[in-house]
Structures are given as structure tokens and as C-alpha cells.
T-cell receptor
């Protein structure tokens, strides 16, 4: 019950097309984080969403947190080759004694065809 | 501000051996989390240390252990290595408990077990 499902697993787009990845949970999330990992690199924090219905923008990236706080999405407008990588969402999972661990989705691997 | 550093970057070990990996967090960060990343299982949480105490532990066998020093530097140890332990081991530091704060990842240690 503390997993997050990400879809799609892979996405190939033509440069200039839009891209969206979705993150779904069966339980309500207190917050959700998004990370990007370039090929051969390490995950880099993009954003954290906390409020129901929250929408945040970073240049061509738009992040949304669902009204029920059970899903989130990342949308990239007019993809560029620099957007290539794997995008992960991550949620806090309660591990007992007031502690939380970060549980990552499997990620969406984005390929951009120039 | 210097980023998270991990040593060594690459390691080749034989089954049955043990290995120690090191992580130096960003200055001022007291939380260090460790993750194992494989193509099949994705990013999996190993454990988190905060102020020299293990706060969380993931679902890994006791062969995986770690510790944190007073300067927040952390080490993880894997004993009796198995082929399946081949993976990218990532550490991440954060200001507070990792699941609630943005995490800054190091470049990782690529471990190959033969």
C-alpha cells in the first residue's frame, strides 16, 4: 500500500513534442517528490509538492498534485534533447516509530528523437 | 557548496568478499540515506542515518549494514557478497529526515561482484 506506480515505463518522443509522466498511489500522500536521472548520472531533485491540487512550474516543466493527493504528474512542453533521462516520483512511506523512508517509483525513461 | 561525494566510484569484488563504501554529505546535512539501484528493482532504500543513529532500514538482509560518524560522514558495508549485490549504490544527504526533505544524491559507487 505504500508503493507508487509510474506510467508509462518508457516514452519516445520527437523533439518539440510534449511529454507527460504519471505517478499514482492507492493511499493518500502527504507529499510527493520528483527527481531526474540523466543516463550515467545520479538522481537530481526537481520539486516537492505538498498541497492538494498544487501546480508548480519550472520553465517548460509543469508539476501537478491531484486534488485527492493520490496522484501526481510531470508535464514537459516542447521537449529538447537535454530532457533525456529517467524521471522518478518518490513518496514518504511510514516505517514505524514516527519515521518515514522515501519510496521511489520505477521511473519513466524518456528518449527524445532529434 | 561542495556536493555529496562517494568513494570509491567503481569496485570489482569476488563472491564471498566484503566491501565498504563511503559517503561524505553536504556540509550541514545531518541525514544520510543509502539506496541500491538495479535495472530490475529500480531505486531501493537501504537505510538512513541521522545524527549517528540508524533511523530507518529497508528490506535488505543483515549482510548490509552501515554507520554514521560524528562529522555526518557515513559508510555502508556489505559482507559475504553475492552476484545479486552488483548494483549502483547511491547515498543522499538532506537537512532533515530524508523522506520529508529534498535529497541530494552523490555520483554513486558502481559495484560489480564476480
Amino acid at each position: 500500500g505504500q508503493q507508487v506506480m509510474q506510467i508509462p515505463q518508457y516514452q519516445h518522443v520527437q523533439e518539440g513534442e510534449d511529454f507527460t509522466t504519471y505517478c499514482n498511489s492507492s493511499t493518500t500522500l502527504s507529499n510527493i517528490q520528483w527527481y531526474k536521472q540523466r543516463p550515467g548520472g545520479h538522481p537530481v531533485f526537481l520539486i516537492q509538492l505538498v498541497k492538494s491540487g498544487e501546480v508548480k512550474k519550472q520553465k517548460r516543466l509543469t508539476f501537478q498534485f491531484g486534488e485527492a493527493k493520490k496522484n501526481s504528474s510531470l508535464h514537459i512542453t516542447a521537449t529538447q534533447t537535454t530532457d533525456v533521462g529517467t524521471y522518478f516520483c518518490a513518496r514518504p512511506s511510514y516505517s514505524g516509530a514516527g519515521s518515514y523512508q522515501l519510496t521511489f517509483g520505477k521511473g519513466t525513461k524518456l528518449s527524445v528523437i532529434p | 557548496k561542495a556536493g555529496v561525494t562517494q568513494t570509491p566510484r567503481y569496485l570489482i569484488k569476488t563472491r564471498g568478499q566484503q566491501v565498504t563504501l563511503s559517503c561524505s554529505p553536504i556540509s550541514g546535512h545531518r541525514s544520510v540515506s543509502w539506496y541500491q539501484q538495479t535495472p530490475g528493482q529500480g531505486l531501493q532504500f537501504l537505510f538512513e542515518y541521522f545524527s549517528e543513529t540508524q533511523r530507518n532500514k529497508g528490506n535488505f538482509p543483515g549482510r548490509f549494514s552501515g554507520r554514521q560518524f560524528s562529522n555526518s560522514r557515513s559508510e555502508m558495508n556489505v559482507s559475504t557478497l553475492e552476484l545479486g549485490d552488483s548494483a549502483l549504490y547511491l547515498c543522499a544527504s538532506s537537512l532533515g529526515q530524508g523522506a520529508l526533505y529534498e535529497q541530494y544524491f552523490g555520483p554513486g559507487t558502481r559495484l560489480t561482484v564476480t
